[in-house]
Nanobody, 114 residues
Framework: QLQASGGGEAQAGGSLRLSCAAS????????MAWYRQAPGKTREPVAR???????NYVDSVKGRFTIPRDDAKKTMYLQMNSLKVEDTAVYYC??????????WGQGTQVTVSS
């Protein structure tokens, strides 16, 4: 029910934008988030946005990434600017609803080259 898109390749200093769309008329989203998993590492949270718009970012992306959401479209984005090689990972979108059910999108690869 979550469809992620927008991954790809970029050079260090460049930008990419990921999208995560929720499908299903009964999908009443509460919180949404992006996670990433680099090779050989555990999955980590990158950014989170609550229904009320409150956002949190992991320190390593503060000032570079933003996580806007459009509830009318049931879509969340991850705008990634000033990309670094260490941002290379598979990015996953996450959502939960008011029934405390959780959902994961399929991963989308982001590769940043120097």
């Amino acid at each position: 029910q979550l469809q992620a898109s927008g991954g790809g390749e970029a050079q260090a200093g460049g930008s990419l934008r990921l999208s995560c769309a929720a499908s299903g008329s009964r999908f009443n989203i509460n919180n949404m988030a992006w996670y990433r998993q680099a090779p050989g590492k555990t999955r980590e949270p990158v950014a989170r946005i609550a229904r009320d718009g409150t956002v949190n970012y992991v320190d390593s992306v503060k000032g570079r990434f933003t996580i806007p959401r459009d509830d009318a479209k049931k879509t969340m984005y991850l705008q990634m600017n000033s990309l670094k090689v260490e941002d290379t990972a598979v990015y996953y979108c996450f959502a939960d609803d008011f029934l405390f059910l959780t959902y994961w999108g399929q991963g989308t690869q982001v590769t940043v080259s120097s």
